[in-house]
């Protein structure tokens, strides 16, 4: 429904070259739209806040705020490549379908960068340089937004569908 009616971000995906459908650039205003999204972003606030106290962040007077929160479809052999999201605290991501196959999500060391001269590690070793995670339905995954990460591309002709987001902290 949001993707049939979205003719501005699928304009925006086809000048970027995004391959699929997202609402990112096109839709501010998910939770107005529809109940279901309110209910999302209000079981999202708990689990910021719990992501938050788990960290032992000192937040002050300050407020965790979903500033912004969109759609994504991707079908077969679409990706995402490594980015990061400037300007937010938490981002993170709602699982919706993941068919057999869907593209998993890799998260990068964030060392990486200035590890130049950095030897190998051994196959057994506990720490990665990237970390894959195979996100299942109904899974609600959260890190840090300075956390670069990327989706693999997807082996299923069926879409993967999932919602992100966003956290910002407000005073």
């Not at 938050?52 to 962040?57: I, T």
């Not at 990068?108 to 070793?125: G, Q």
């Amino acid at each position: 429904m949001i993707e049939d009616g979205d003719t501005a971000g699928h304009d925006w995906c086809e000048a970027e070259g995004y391959p699929g459908y997202t609402s990112y650039a096109s839709l501010d205003d998910l939770p107005t739209r529809h109940p279901a999204f309110s209910e999302l972003v209000k079981a999202l606030n708990t689990a910021a806040q719990s992501y938050a106290d788990a960290l032992f962040w000192d937040l002050g007077t300050a407020k965790l705020k979903c500033d912004s929160l969109w759609v994504n479809v991707l079908g077969e052999g679409g990706s995402h490549s490594g980015h990061i999201h400037p300007n937010s605290v938490i981002s993170g991501t709602a699982y919706i379908a993941m068919p057999e196959g869907a593209g998993k999500l890799k998260l990068e060391d964030p060392r990486l960068p200035m590890m130049m001269a950095a030897p190998p590690l051994k196959t057994d070793a506990p720490n990665k340089r990237f970390h894959y995670i195979e996100p299942k339905q109904g899974d609600i995954l959260m890190w840090e937004s300075w956390l670069r990460h990327e989706v693999m591309a997807s082996r299923s002709e069926e879409a993967r569908i999932s919602i992100s987001f966003n956290y910002s902290l407000i005073d």
